[in-house]
């Protein structure tokens, strides 16, 4: 029922206000009478779904109060701040649409990890919902504390110049927030796709290469020093340099990262298994430490906590600053960006230019969602034969073999019947070559489990 975002699923067909209600209940069960905060992104579907998961949590006899249209970050980041018992997200993130989503966060502002996330659907499950008397039914109030969030993200930082910065909300949740926020740093701000709308007419909810072209011409047209995309819920952000160019998201992940260790003098930072090997070079150049997790901010945001890290992320625009909170934050990374461009002085092309950049192949193959974890399993042996001098293995989510020249990621989907299959290579050819026997030693595998099946059936 949970994937590693939260519930998410596609309106009235995966995710009914019937479940909606079902979730509010399970939390209520969980957390007794206590208070939770309740916030949604701009998606048409958002208040439906705000609505069934308060009826459920009234019904547990929660206090649950209802901040309207907040990014997650802010959402979560009040949770912690104003001791809230639980958090709840009504967003289905970067998805299209037709989708949406619940996240829920622990009072310190990190979202539910699967033991957490693994008791809310037994209770549903089982339906053993802990329904309270009608005089004891919980109350509901409504209210706006965004400007907490707001003056947060001013109090991390100060600009000293005055920078021309282009913002596309995507008619998403930061429409309202993000310019308020540059503008009050002291940035000339010129904004695009501001009036939220759940049917996201402007562009896709997802900021990429494709939907950000429109962005990259006004930045370009304007001669601004970067644009400033964020998806549906404000949890990532993208970047447009002073070119009109996307800027590669394993790229400023990795200058971003080393900017920080300059400045905290060292530590350790955390990334998932499908980051570029850009990321290793740029953090252990200066001396810094690279902790790999499974892909999922929330295991981002776990190592983080565990090892004491100073900055963590992920290459999709999701950027997790520990100092502040544990939750993506695409506007407070965006503005932390800014004043590190300000701090050395460069570009934002000046800015990853640094960073090393290698050719990265994906392909994924089909096959049952039983077999998928089968043949992620049994394929270790075969990549290792197939690349002897491979440097290290990492089994946190899937087999990861780092090679001389370049690694090899084979790892079950986590939302689909698929196995996905990465590389990255120093060169395309060398991308070509870790992919051909990858691939060669995937299907054989797959093969030799389809082999088994039929003896198995004929038996």
Not at 214 to 231: H, M, N, R, T
Request: charged share 25%; with cysteine.
């Amino acid at each position: 029922m949970f994937g590693t975002s939260g519930l998410r699923g596609i309106i009235n067909a995966d995710l009914t206000p019937n479940l909606a209600v079902r979730v509010g209940m399970a939390l209520g069960t969980v957390i007794g009478t206590g208070k939770v905060f309740v916030a949604r992104d701009t998606r048409a579907s958002g208040l439906m779904l705000e609505n069934a998961l308060v009826a459920g949590l009234v019904a547990c006899g929660v206090e649950v109060y209802c901040l309207g249209v907040l990014p997650t970050p802010a959402l979560a980041y009040l949770t912690g701040r104003l001791r809230a018992d639980a958090g709840l997200m009504v967003t289905a993130s970067h998805n299209p649409p037709q989708y949406n989503g619940i996240k829920i966060f622990e009072k310190d502002g990190m979202a539910y990890d699967e033991e957490r996330q693994k008791k809310i659907e037994k209770i549903i499950e089982s339906g053993g919902f802990r329904l309270v008397e009608w005089r004891n039914l919980g109350r509901v109030e409504y209210g706006d504390e965004s400007q907490l969030y707001v003056d947060m993200v001013l109090k991390s930082l100060r600009l000293g110049k005055r920078w021309q910065v282009v913002v596309d909300p995507g008619c998403g949740a930061t429409s309202h927030i993000a310019p308020e926020i540059f503008k009050k740093l002291g940035c000339e701000v010129k904004a695009v796709n501001v009036q939220p709308d759940g049917f996201f007419p402007g562009r896709s909810p997802e900021p990429n290469t494709e939907s950000l072209k429109p962005l990259a011409k006004v930045v370009k047209e304007l001669g601004a020093d970067v644009g400033i995309a964020y998806d549906g819920d404000g949890d990532r952000v993208a970047f447009i340099d002073e070119n009109g160019g996307f800027v590669d998201f394993d790229r400023v992940l990795a200058a971003y990262a080393a900017h920080v260790l300059k400045r905290s003098k060292g530590g350790a930072v955390a990334t998932n298994v499908e980051t570029s090997m850009c990321f290793e070079k740029m953090v252990e150049s200066i001396g810094g430490k690279v902790i790999r997790t499974k892909v999922g901010d929330v295991y981002v945001a776990e190592a983080l906590k565990k090892f004491g890290a100073v900055f963590g992320g992920e290459p999709c625009g999701a950027w997790i600053h520990p100092k502040h909170h544990y939750c993506p934050d695409g506007i407070l990374s965006s503005t932390l960006l800014l004043k590190a461009l300000e701090d050395e002085g460069k570009s934002l092309s000046e800015f990853v230019a640094e960073v090393p950049a290698y050719s990265v192949i994906r392909r994924n193959i089909r096959c049952g969602n039983e077999a998928k974890y089968v043949i992620v399993e049994r394929v270790r042996g075969l990549l290792e034969e197939s690349f002897p001098d491979y440097k290290e293995v990492s089994t946190v989510d899937g087999v990861r073999l780092s090679l001389k020249d370049g690694w090899v990621l084979v790892r079950a989907s986590g939302t689909e019947p698929l196995i996905r299959l990465t590389v990255e290579g120093e060169s395309l050819k060398t991308a070509k070559r870790i992919m051909d026997k990858a691939l060669a030693a995937v299907k054989r595998v797959a093969e030799g489990l389809e082999s088994e099946s039929c003896c198995s059936g004929s038996g």
